[in-house]
């Protein structure tokens, strides 16, 4: 937050405090509040929020723990109410009655279940501890504030000393490789849990998951924008970028994250031993309900044939995931995400894929919307594993 006031007694005012070096951003919160008194209700307005449509119109509410419920839970939706408010100029407004039930709690009010950079480098941290022979952690580069950017290599055995280059008996031809990333947009923290989910069924003893590292290496950077998800931004990097609009021609300084990221996509694109065959950017959405894809538009209907089996697959897999939703997408404001512009480097091979979540709910044919959990979050991440399974036709 960047303010707040009292109102009176029970209301108070408060203001979001706007991505840094870049104000037209101002969705993102994440607060705490000591010192309340047993069984005071209060009625609490986050006062300057940047965007009119939000999934708060249609039953989102947010989040809160406390020192002694440490889960995350959702206020009741008919506590919350989302508007244009008059006496805030016509400012989108967000309002919420709460009742605090002990004096000693520290209670945390959240837009999304939060997944920070600490978070991360401590998960990390314990997977180098488990020396696994087919996991590996890399610095790809530092950023503006020289926090790290991880890369993360799971494959077969060997990949802790050899990398992506590894090549397990018994398997010909070029090894093939899936590029994950999240968090280009540090406020879509459920990009991270989906990633989370992926990595912790890839790391696993599940024999499906042996199978799959056997046969594919899986390149993943599980957050881009460190420097923004410390800072508590929404959408932008510390330099007030949107990083997820700098893939065409991105700075070695000012873009480090992207033109690190975008050369080892290059490197491996050009590689003979080796088939980039998909690079999916995992997002967050404050709009829609499920989880969907944004796909590039091709004129040759057999390249696009191909571009939809591997979502039928996980349409097929996972209930949260939805096909019909998904959007055949060439939006001139989409120029310069990685989605349309790293085909134009990596080659047709190559399937590019935003795979979007919704920050509320998804929603199965004939049954009412069901709120996402971190679990729900990860388990795509594991389905999205098991699709390649069957993507690359893995049995043995």
């Known amino acids: 937050l960047s303010a707040d006031e009292t109102v009176k007694e029970s209301e108070y005012d408060l203001k979001i405090r706007p991505d840094t070096n870049n104000p037209r951003y101002r969705v993102w919160f994440y607060f705490s509040v000591r010192n309340a008194r047993k069984k005071q209700v209060v009625l609490l307005n986050l ?15 947010p989040l809160v723990k406390s020192t002694s419920r440490p889960h995350w839970q959702r206020l009741p939706s008919r506590s919350t109410y989302y508007y244009k408010c008059p006496r805030h100029k016509m400012n989108y407004v967000l309002s919420f009655v709460f009742e605090f039930d002990s004096e000693e ?17 401590h998960y990390l941290h314990s997977m180098d501890r488990l020396n696994l022979p087919f996991y590996k952690r890399d610095l790809l580069c530092r950023t503006v504030q020289n926090r790290r950017v991880d890369l993360i290599t ?16 018994g398997v010909s031809g070029p090894r093939r490789v899936v590029f994950i990333t999240a968090r280009v947009h540090p406020g879509e923290s459920p990009a991270s849990y989906m990633c989370h989910g992926l990595v912790e069924f890839l790391l696993s003893s ?22 923004g998800v410390f800072n508590g931004n929404y959408r932008c990097a510390i330099t007030g970028n949107d990083l997820n609009r700098q893939w065409d021609t991105p700075s070695a300084w000012c873009h480090t994250e992207n033109y690190h990221i975008k050369e080892m996509m290059q ?44 979502l039928r697959l996980l349409d097929a897999n996972c209930k949260m995931f939805s096909l019909a939703t998904s959007r055949i997408c060439c939006d001139p404001s989409k120029g310069g995400t990685g989605r349309r512009s790293l085909p134009e480097v990596l080659g047709e091979h190559t399937h590019c894929y935003t795979l979007e979540v919704s920050f509320f709910c998804y929603q199965t044919q004939g049954q009412r919307p ?26 043995r």
Not at 105 to 119: K, Q, V
Not at 157 to 167: C, F, I, P, Q
Request: include cysteine; charge should be negative; aromatic fraction near 14%.
């Open 267 to 310: 490197m491996l694109g050009s590689d003979p031993s080796l088939s980039l065959d998909f690079v999916i950017d995992m997002h967050a959405h404050s709009t829609s309900m499920n989880a969907f894809c944004f796909v590039n538009l091709d004129d040759d209907l057999t390249k696009m044939q191909r571009e939809l089996h591997f």
């Open 154 to 169: 799971i494959g077969p055995e060997g990949t802790a000393t050899s990398g992506y280059k590894v090549r397990p008996g």
């Open 105 to 121: 709690d520290t209670y945390w009010f959240a837009y999304s279940f939060p997944y920070t950079y600490t978070e991360l480098q």
């Open 206 to 227: 599940d024999p499906q998951a042996i199978l799959l590292r056997k046969h594919v290496t899986f390149l993943i950077v599980p957050m881009i924008n460190p420097d």
């Open 47 to 61: 006062t300057n929020f940047s965007k009119g449509k939000s999934l708060y119109r249609d039953g989102m509410s």
């Open 370 to 395: 069901t709120a996402f959990t971190q679990q729900g979050y990860m388990e795509i991440g594991k389905q999205c594993a098991l699709s390649f399974m069957e993507y690359y036709k893995i049995t």
